[in-house]
């Protein structure tokens, strides 16, 4: 059997990992020993013990898979780096994904101390009087509907670079969103940035000053491919894939997920779908057969405002209430069941 190895067991790493476990021999390459459903961890912050539900070690469920805890720090068309080992490949997917503030993602953790870091991380948003969030987009607007429902007595701010929330959805998603925070008190400051944070004083671009014993990061993501050579990259760190998803010039070489430079908005279910696509064409170079170009398609989104509410965004359709949370629930269970 020809080797396979998969690096980074996220959304789009697992993908392949599952369907090609029986026809390559699969190596899956992780900083951290489980799958994390990301989309969930914000829940977490404010319910801790929710973290059971949406996290799964890749020991318990990987079955036909060598799997390798460590960094990766570099590679060649033939061979991945990792630690002082050098791994050989036929076929290679990066996988890596991107990183977000902490605590929201972490590399290299354990279980135990990922749960001590979100642990410790709430008990702090507890004590909080005041916080401040950084960022209107989704996962700016999800942690704002967390902290609003549960915790309706604390003043909380948003700051938000542009003049209205969720500036990639439309306007009637971002009026739900701000009149369903508004009414719990959320006070917004929009057109305005985070410039710096001292002591319990955080410092906007308008020269206002907010009080937040806590400020949370909602400033988006940056992709993780440090191990990459610059040449192999946009100038903002995504890995250049041609239209079916290989590294130009190395065509057993694929990149799926938010680490490659696909435009379109960076989602589980995009990398899911990029996932399926590089399968595809990873048997059809087996086969001698023609590639599949990865062509975006739009997808529904589901934003939660908390555990009962939501919205429900899918080309010119705005769905708002509780049928979005639940579907929002709904997938979060889906997609932890498949890992049996
Ligand atoms: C707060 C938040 C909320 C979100 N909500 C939604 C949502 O509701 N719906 C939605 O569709 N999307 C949502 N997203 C986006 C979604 O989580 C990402 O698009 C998705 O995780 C990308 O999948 P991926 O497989 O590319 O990477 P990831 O899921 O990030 O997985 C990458 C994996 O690679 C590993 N890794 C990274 N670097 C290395 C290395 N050098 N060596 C070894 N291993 C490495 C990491 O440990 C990780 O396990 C949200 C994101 C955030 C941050």
Redesign the pocket.
């Known amino acids: 059997m020809k080797r396979l190895v998969v690096?980074?067991?996220?959304?789009?790493?697992?993908t392949i990992v599952r369907a090609l476990c029986t026809e390559f021999q699969v190596t899956l390459?992780?900083?951290?020993p489980f799958?994390?459903f990301?989309?969930g961890?914000?829940h977490t912050l404010v319910e801790p013990n929710h973290m059971q539900r949406i996290q799964k070690s890749y020991a318990s469920f990987l079955k036909d898979v060598v799997y390798v805890q460590?960094?990766?720090?570099g590679i060649t068309s033939s061979f991945v780096m990792?630690g002082t080992q050098k791994i050989p490949y036929e076929y290679c997917v990066i996988?890596?994904?991107?990183?977000?503030k902490a605590p929201?993602?972490e590399?290299?953790v354990v279980l135990a101390s990922r749960a001590h870091h979100l642990h410790a991380f709430h008990k702090r948003m507890v004590k909080a009087n005041s916080i401040v969030v950084a960022g209107g987009g989704?996962?700016g607007v999800?942690?704002m509907g967390e902290l609003a429902t549960h915790y309706p007595k604390k003043q909380l701010h948003m700051i938000h670079p542009h003049a209205r929330l969720l500036s990639a959805h439309s306007s009637a998603a971002a009026r739900y969103a701000e009149h369903f925070l508004r009414k719990r008190g959320v006070q917004f400051h929009f057109n305005e940035r985070l410039v710096s944070v001292m002591g319990t004083q955080a410092h906007v671009s308008s020269g206002k000053t907010l009080s937040a014993d806590l400020v949370c990061y909602?400033t988006g993501?940056v992709p993780?491919t440090?191990?990459v050579p610059p040449s192999w990259k946009t100038k903002r760190g995504h890995i250049i894939t041609n239209a079916f998803l290989q590294v130009p010039r190395f065509p057993h070489l694929f990149v799926?997920?938010?680490?490659n430079s696909i435009a379109e908005e960076?989602?589980?279910?995009?990398?899911?779908r990029q996932?399926q696509v590089v399968v595809r064409n990873i048997r059809a170079l087996e086969e001698g057969e023609k590639l599949q170009a990865y062509t975006h398609r739009v997808?529904p989104?589901?934003?939660?405002l908390g555990k009962y509410d939501g919205i429900l965004e899918y080309r010119k359709i705005v769905m708002c209430g509780w049928l979005p949370a639940f579907l929002?629930w709904f997938?979060e269970r889906k997609e932890m069941w498949k890992l049996h």
Do not use: M
């Open positions: 690096i980074g067991g996220g959304f789009a790493g697992l390459i992780d900083s951290k799958f994390e990301t989309p961890i914000l460590e960094t990766v720090t990792c996988a890596t994904g991107s990183s977000y929201i993602k590399q290299n989704l996962a999800e942690l909602c993501i993780l440090a191990f799926a997920g938010d680490a960076k989602t589980a279910q995009h990398a899911e996932a997808s989104v589901l934003i939660s929002k997938v």
